[in-house]
Nanobody, 120 residues
């Protein structure tokens, strides 16, 4: 079974930085995309950033220029570097893996989430 474990969340003042990590274990035949999503209280879960198998990335407009998604294939870990944090970045951040089994069945895995709180 594929397992995703997030870490690195915490409390930070506005303007500060945090680095989130997502450690991936288990077997998956093919990964289409890995990404970070977030959900604030009373709001819809939204995409923050994604990185495709070929390395291309995309970001939500609200974080563009401040956040950077990256991966380390040796460590099987995906990162989200968050700089210039704002109070509106406060949310639970979730790591997501979308891929295929060897039979081409689509699969979608989620971590348990890590809390990020930005104070003013």
């Amino acid at each position: 079974q594929v397992q995703l474990v997030e870490s690195g969340g915490g409390l930070v003042q506005a303007g500060g930085s945090l680095r989130l990590s997502c450690a991936v274990s288990g077997y998956i035949f093919s990964i289409n995309t890995m990404g970070w999503y977030r959900q604030a209280p009373g709001k819809q879960r939204e995409l923050v950033a994604t990185i495709a198998s070929g390395g291309s990335t995309n970001y939500a407009d609200s974080v563009k220029g401040r956040f950077t998604i990256s991966r380390d294939n040796v460590k099987n870990t995906v990162y989200l570097q968050m700089n210039s944090l704002k109070p509106e970045d406060t949310a639970v951040y979730y790591c997501n893996l979308r891929g295929r089994t060897w039979t081409h069945m689509e699969v979608d895995y989620w971590g348990q989430g890590t809390q990020v709180t930005v104070s003013s």
